[in-house]
T-cell receptor
Framework: DARVTQTPRHKVTEMGQEVTMRCQPILGHNTVFWYRQTMMQGLELLAYFRNRAPLDDSGMPKDRFSAEMPDATLATLKIQPSEPRDSAVYFC?????????????FGAGTRLSVL | SQQGEEDPQALSIQEGENATMNCSYKTSINNLQWYRQNSGRGLVHLILIRSNEREKHSGRLRVTLDTSKKSSSLLITASRAADTASYFCARRSGNTGKLIFGQGTTLQVKP
C-alpha cells in the first residue's frame, strides 16, 4: 500500500522553537511538494523538488523556513524560529514525471500549533 | 496564492441528489485535476482531464472542460453521505510539475 508518510501528525510548540516536519515520499516518485493549508489562505505551495533538487521555493518565507531532501526517501521542512502565524496544516505530496500528468499523492499532514 | 476559483464555496444537498461544482482559471492549461479532501485528511486525486478532452467519466463522477471559457465542472451523481468532503480543482500549466489549487468547494450530503 504505497503512500506518503508524514511525521509528526500533530505538533504543539512554543513561539521561538524550532520545528522539523518529515516526509517519506512514495518509493520511485521523483517530485516532492510541501504545502501549507489554512482557512484564510487555502492551500499554498511552499517548496517543490524534482530528483531531490529544489526547483521552486518562492512561496516559502526564506528567513525562517527551509526545505531539504537529504536523500530520495526523506524530505524535511524546518521552521526556525516558529511563530504563532505558522500554525497550519502542512502537507507533503509526491509524484512522478512518468505518469505524464503530474498527479500528486498527499500525506495525511502535520497539524502545527505554535503558542 | 490561488489562481483557480471555484463555486459555490459551499453546497448542501440531500443524499441521492446530484452535486455540481465549478472551477474557473485564467491561463492556459495542460490538464486540470480534481481532488477530494475529507476532514482532517490529505487530498486524494479523483480525476484528470487533459486540455484536448471535453468530458471524462469515472464511476459517479463526470468532469467537463471548456477551454474557451477556461472553466471545468465536476458532477457527482446520486450523492452519498460519504461524499461529504471538500473538492478542489487544480490546474497544471507549462512543463513544471506544479499544480495551482483552487479554494475548494465544501460539499455536505445529508443522509
Amino acid at each position: 500500500d504505497a503512500r506518503v508518510t508524514q511525521t509528526p501528525r500533530h505538533k504543539v510548540t512554543e513561539m521561538g522553537q524550532e520545528v522539523t516536519m518529515r516526509c517519506q515520499p512514495i518509493l520511485g516518485h521523483n517530485t516532492v511538494f510541501w504545502y501549507r493549508q489554512t482557512m484564510m489562505q487555502g492551500l499554498e505551495l511552499l517548496a517543490y523538488f524534482r530528483n531531490r533538487a529544489p526547483l521552486d521555493d518562492s512561496g516559502m518565507p526564506k528567513d525562517r523556513f527551509s526545505a531539504e531532501m537529504p536523500d530520495a526517501t526523506l524530505a524535511t521542512l524546518k521552521i526556525q524560529p516558529s511563530e504563532p502565524r505558522d500554525s497550519a496544516v502542512y502537507f507533503c505530496a509526491s509524484g512522478s514525471d512518468r505518469d505524464g500528468g503530474n498527479i500528486q499523492y498527499f500525506g495525511a499532514g502535520t497539524r502545527l500549533s505554535v503558542l | 496564492s490561488q489562481q483557480g476559483e471555484e463555486d459555490p464555496q459551499a453546497l448542501s444537498i440531500q443524499e441521492g441528489e446530484n452535486a455540481t461544482m465549478n472551477c474557473s482559471y485564467k491561463t492556459s492549461i495542460n490538464n486540470l485535476q480534481w481532488y477530494r479532501q475529507n476532514s482532517g485528511r490529505g487530498l486524494v486525486h479523483l480525476i484528470l482531464i487533459r486540455s484536448n478532452e471535453r468530458e471524462k467519466h469515472s464511476g459517479r463522477l463526470r468532469v467537463t472542460l471548456d477551454t474557451s471559457k477556461k472553466s471545468s465542472s465536476l458532477l457527482i451523481t446520486a450523492s452519498r453521505a460519504a461524499d461529504t468532503a471538500s473538492y478542489f480543482c487544480a490546474r497544471r500549466s507549462g512543463n513544471t510539475g506544479k499544480l495551482i489549487f483552487g479554494q475548494g468547494t465544501t460539499l455536505q450530503v445529508k443522509p
